[in-house]
């Protein structure tokens, strides 16, 4: 399972028209487990995420990697 921590966040409330449903959610850069670089996620589930905080590779949808906040 690939995880990581959170490099920085954003909650998007004007999203893109193919998105605006799903508005308002959070995007984060995370820094990847085992030196694989940077990748920009969506962040899912009810908690939000801060700078810091180590995630876990949820689903992925439409090319877009789900991440969501370890237990």
Do not use: C, W
């Amino acid at each position: 399972m690939q995880s990581g921590i959170v490099y920085t966040e954003t909650v998007v409330h004007s999203a893109p028209e193919q998105f605006v449903a799903e508005a308002p959610y959070q995007l984060a850069i995370v820094t990847l487990d085992g030196n694989s670089g940077r990748q920009t996620v969506r962040i899912t589930g009810n908690t939000r995420v801060t700078i810091g905080d180590k995630v876990h590779f949820d689903h992925q949808r439409e090319g877009i990697p789900f991440f969501r906040k370890a237990e």
